[in-house]
């Protein structure tokens, strides 16, 4: 299934809530909150801290992103097995993730990649692109 595009207007339209949320949960300056900056590598988020922003964004946006739906997402209706094998991405998986993340640089995408790395590619910008996608859902829904 062909998903809808989002356009770097709608990107921008959530961004200054996004960026201010991500700038509280992770006690820092809203200025240190790029689009493209690395949550875990640029930023020093944990795991932790990515169920804080959700929990931030969900109460800002009035959405529901439930655990593990970037993952979920990425794999679409692809069989597991497809997807990874003993935790690494399969060829195919890694051209699924490198298309659903097509905000993030090329070069940041190692071969192998394991399925738990996946995280650490992670900007504002995805979930920016994550709160889009919920808010459509809603309204779908709704």
């Not at 809808?4 to 201010?20: D, L």
């Not at 944990?46 to 993952?71: C, T, W």
Request: proline letters at 4%; charged letters at 35%.
């Amino acid at each position: 299934m062909a998903e809808a595009v989002i356009s770097k207007e709608e990107i921008m339209a959530v961004f200054p809530t996004v960026q201010k949320t991500m700038a509280d949960a992770l006690g820092c300056d809203v200025d240190d909150i790029k689009l493209d900056v690395s949550l875990i590598e640029g930023l020093d988020a944990e795991s932790i801290d990515f169920l804080d922003m959700v929990f931030r964004l969900e109460r800002a946006f009035k959405i529901k992103v439930p655990r593990g739906k970037i993952i979920e997402d990425v794999r679409g209706d692809m069989p597991v097995s497809e997807f990874e094998e003993n935790g690494i991405l399969t060829e195919k998986g890694l051209a699924r993730l490198r298309e659903y993340l097509s905000e993030i640089d090329a070069s940041r995408f190692k071969t192998p990649m394991r399925v738990d790395h996946i995280a650490r590619l992670y900007t504002p910008e995805t979930f920016c692109k994550l709160v889009i996608r919920a808010q459509r859902e809603s309204q779908a829904a709704g």
